[in-house]
């Protein structure tokens, strides 16, 4: 892509500014996706009133400068307010009242992989390369039919808080993967597990640990202080993945036993059930952890290429059971809002600012490798890219 394609992103002094900015620049890609939205659930006859409900519940578990980053957005959008405020906080609910089978669907995404660097390769693309750090992929699967656009988002450092990159849903505040400017990786597998007799207004959301742990840790210890600060009751179930320059480490956080089990070591993979501790396990979450873990088991050094290999595997598939989803041939509407997809795919190493990604299935997209506080292109800025693949 011509450098004229691309563009950097200057230092703003508050939240409200960054947010502003960033949906500006993705306000195209999320006023489409709420427009649809709001067709489907007018043709459906869908009352939001219950979701909306949910969602204001959520908003107001945020920290301070996250609400005032929504709220800079909400200011922006020239959109159905009510219905942007269910695609932020209550899209998984939404998605399931629109499938027509009342499946929600969230808990049955993503798959992740850690490799340390004991057994992880220098990147072949750059042999001068140094030995790298800790490596970590994510697939992200989402409910929706693709109606949340995904962009590389990009926050530099504000006031004492340190900027990251991510590739995450457009027009949302919440980040599920991401990497700061001190060379922290953090990303998440989400469990269907969290305390029912936890107000929703009192419970931190996945999204919203992932981007505090982004903007206020350097290190794997730090973000592991972050999290012993928090009652476990107040999370929700979910594997953190956490990697720095030296040091990888995989939490399974289950707020219902009120524990965190760690696991440690050269390789180790999680799709969405605990490996150490109980919860549910769903087939589809079995499948893609079985696949994951005989293709770890068959690999001496692991690198870049062979987690984008994992990353694009259609063995149990391509559908709901394989590592890269995509739609099962006999899902046919409205029970596709039900479908869980692969939307994006990124691979991280600790240590590093950068992000290698795919935008939509990786076993057709193009992966592009962007670094925080270099050029990236505008088309993954501002969802344009996602918009073209419908």
């Known amino acids: ?141 989402i409910t929706g039919r693709g109606l949340r656009p995904k962009s590389i988002i990009e926050q530099p450092p504000i006031d004492d808080y340190h900027g990251f990159l991510s590739v995450d849903s457009c027009g949302t505040v919440s980040i599920f993967k991401g990497v700061n400017d001190r060379g922290l990786v953090v990303a998440n597998t989400n469990i269907d597990r969290e305390q029912d007799d936890v107000d929703r207004e009192l419970q931190i959301r996945n999204g919203t640990i992932v981007r505090r742990i982004l903007e206020e840790c350097a290190t794997v210890t730090e973000a592991r202080t972050l999290l012993e600060s928090i ?41 969405n059930h605990f490996v150490l501790s109980e919860s549910p396990a769903t087939e589809s979450s079995t499948a893609r952890l079985n696949r994951l873990s005989s293709l770890l088991e068959d690999a001496d050094r692991i690198g870049r290429d062979e987690l984008w290999r994992f990353a694009r595997d259609h063995v149990n598939g391509p559908g709901d059971d394989s590592i890269c989803r995509h739609p099962e041939p006999e899902t046919d509407e409205p029970n596709g809002f039900g479908q869980l997809t692969t939307a994006s795919s990124a691979v991280f190493e600790g240590g590093s600012p950068e992000i290698e990604v795919t935008i939509g299935n990786p076993c057709t997209a193009d992966r592009v490798r962007c670094s925080l506080g270099g050029e990236v292109p505008s088309d993954l800025r501002t969802g344009r890219q996602w918009l073209a693949r419908r």
């Open 231 to 271: 009652p476990t009751y107040r999370l929700m179930g979910q594997t953190l993945f956490l990697a720095d320059e030296d040091d990888g480490v995989i939490l399974e956080i289950d707020p219902i036993a009120e524990e965190t089990a760690v696991e440690a070591g050269p390789v180790a993979t999680r799709t």
């Open 1 to 141: 892509m011509d450098q004229s394609e691309s563009e950097t992103i200057a230092r703003v002094d508050t939240f409200a500014q960054q947010a502003r900015r960033r949906a500006k620049t993705e306000r195209a890609a999320v006023e489409w996706a709420i427009d649809e939205l709001g067709s489907e659930i007018t043709i459906q006859g869908i009352d939001i009133d219950p979701l909306l409900e949910k969602a204001e519940q959520s908003r107001e578990s945020l920290p301070d400068r996250h609400r005032r980053a929504y709220d800079a957005m909400v200011e922006t959008f020239d959109v159905d307010l009510d219905i942007y405020e269910v695609y932020v906080f209550a899209y998984p609910e939404l998605c399931g009242a629109l499938s027509n089978d009342g499946s929600e669907g969230g808990g049955g995404g993503c798959a992740n992989v850690l490799v340390e660097p004991s057994i992880a390769t220098s990147d072949a693309s750059r042999p001068d390369a140094p030995a790298t750090g800790p490596l970590v992929l994510k697939n992200r699967d």
